[in-house]
């Protein structure tokens, strides 16, 4: 049986893979729907090649002219309604979501509402409104396969386990390209310098992620909801050799870990084929080429977002949807050079200590506290 996926994001990192697993397995996977942000150039070759039901551009100029290049009989859709489009196509049985930002929302709760299991590699769903996409899924009977490589280890982990008997989630960090600075200099780090990842092949935004290691701090809150354990149980440890790819500790003390070499397509090809395992191109893990991990505690001085997305997620409400659009509209103020490393954090917590958290139930509500989120900090950087 060949399973029909649709893929928002499919020019980026993770999207590209996809397709080339696709590609690698035609007797499996069927491609039925494609969107991406802007980049029409790379998505019209891959209309030609995969030929989806469906596609999406979310900038509008962008969209239309796509429409003008292509001849076959695709409907072309814009926006974020072009987003949910392709999210909820009829024919798609499996949703892969690896938008960047929170852009990635509402195309999610809109799938998991029309009943479309999710793959989901876009973290700031679960980030800022996990409570809500949780209970949607529930209601609707669907799915989360994470495509992070670390959620999707201790999903594998947890296969045949009981989430009654998690005594701890552990996290692996690769450390990010300042694992080894000291404060001073990472103080003065540059972009480039930011986006030097030791192991991993990213975009710019989760590179700076790594490297501020608020990305392990996302990871943190979206364990929470996706394996229902609280704050206390999920620890992250530092394992630059991005081997083990994380770790769940049960009950009895003992310890299931998931390992491969550090490639993608691994977690990627696991969410799609899931429930069953197929075979694939990624390289075997020779344990004589690896005769050292290591493991370290993070250093919450030198890398101070990782302990405050554990504090927003103590807070709880609105506080981890704070976090999250603060450190998506930093992290794009510190690629275009108009702060420093060290500012990304320190309004962050400006902001939170700014911010009276609420309980919500809607995705609405949490787009107008984008808003006000934006606002605050350009009205901080004037």
């Not at 292509?70 to 409907?75: E, G, P, T, V």
């Not at 692996?172 to 990842?197: C, E, N, V």
């Not at 149980?233 to 083990?244: A, D, G, R, T, Y």
Request: charged fraction near 25%.
């Amino acid at each position: 049986m060949t399973k029909k996926i649709s893929v928002l994001g499919s020019t980026g990192s993770i999207g590209k893979q996809t397709l080339e697993i696709v590609k690698e397995h035609p007797d499996k996977f069927k491609i039925v729907g494609l969107a991406v942000m802007k980049s029409i150039d790379l998505l019209e070759q891959q209309i030609k090649e995969f030929n989806p039901e469906v596609v999406a551009v979310f900038d509008k100029e962008q969209a239309k002219i796509l429409s003008s290049r292509i001849s076959a009989n695709i409907k072309i859709y814009s926006g974020i309604e072009g987003l949910i489009a392709v999210a909820t196509h009829h024919s798609a049985e499996l949703v892969l979501n690896s938008v960047v930002g929170s852009i990635g929302l509402l195309p999610t709760i809109e799938a998991i509402k029309a009943k479309k299991n999710i793959a989901l590699a876009n973290k700031e769903t679960l980030v800022a409104a996990g409570e809500l996409v949780m209970k949607e899924c529930a209601k609707n009977n669907v799915s989360i396969i994470p495509v992070d490589s670390e959620h999707s280890a201790i999903f594998q982990c947890l296969q045949g386990e009981k989430i009654i008997d998690i005594s701890k989630i552990i996290l692996t960090a690769s450390g990010g390209p300042f694992r080894d600075w000291d404060y001073d200099a990472i103080k003065k780090a540059t972009i480039q310098d930011a986006l030097k990842h030791p192991n991993w092949s990213m975009g710019k935004k989760i590179s700076i992620d790594s490297a501020t290691l608020m990305n392990k701090g996302l990871e943190v809150i979206e364990a929470k909801w996706l394996f229902n354990v609280e704050v206390e149980k999920i620890q992250v440890v530092v394992h630059p050799q991005s081997v083990i790819h994380s770790m769940v500790e049960l009950k009895d003390n003992s310890i299931i870990a998931q390992m491969g070499v550090p490639d993608m397509k691994l977690p990627i090809q696991y969410a799609l084929s899931y429930p069953d395992r197929i075979e694939g191109e990624v390289t075997k893990l020779d344990f004589t080429k690896y005769n050292s991990l290591t493991f370290n505690e993070p250093d919450i001085r030198r890398f101070p977002c990782l302990s405050l997305a554990y504090e927003a997620l103590e807070v709880g409400n609105t506080m981890p949807c704070v976090l999250n659009i603060a450190n998506e509209v930093l992290v794009a103020c510190f690629l275009k050079g108009k702060i420093s490393f060290y500012d990304i954090p320190k309004y962050i917590e400006k902001i939170m200590e700014s911010h009276n958290p609420f309980p919500y139930s809607s995705a609405k509500e949490l787009i107008d506290l984008e808003k006000w989120v934006k606002n605050w900090i350009l009205n901080e950087l004037r």
